[in-house]
């Protein structure tokens, strides 16, 4: 079912239902089709959104270099070394934390998950095939 059908199908339920008909009609209306059932409206739905995707992503990324890829790879690991470095100097330092320290280790984190995150949405995107490389 496309898009302008299931809008189509949505249609005449409301206008059936504006126009004062008993809540358990079962009249198809016009066009023959009964209204969807809440699973075939989620698939429609999801269809609809990959389709969306689609059409995003080939107006924003369109093909993936693999170089783009290493790139993001080599970035998260050189965030990750360099938060397992401080972490594990400070633990080695005899003197106590400095807030500076404790700052770096503390922005470092969320920098890592973001990273981690955008090269999981990218691999997804690779792996559905909704870019190219």
Known sequence: ???????????????????????????????????LTASQFARHVTHIVEDEMKRALKQHVDIIDPHEMIALAKMIAELKAR????????????????DKEMEEIRSLRPRIQEMEAAYNEVNEAISSHLVEV
Do not use: W
């Open 83 to 98: 938060y397992l470095a401080m972490t594990l100097m400070v633990a080695s330092n005899k003197t106590p934390m400095t």
């Open 1 to 35: 079912m496309s898009v302008i059908d299931f809008i189509a199908v949505r249609n005449i339920k409301d206008e059936k239902t504006s126009q004062s008909s008993p809540p358990f009609d079962h009249d198809h209306g016009e066009s023959g089709q009964a209204p």
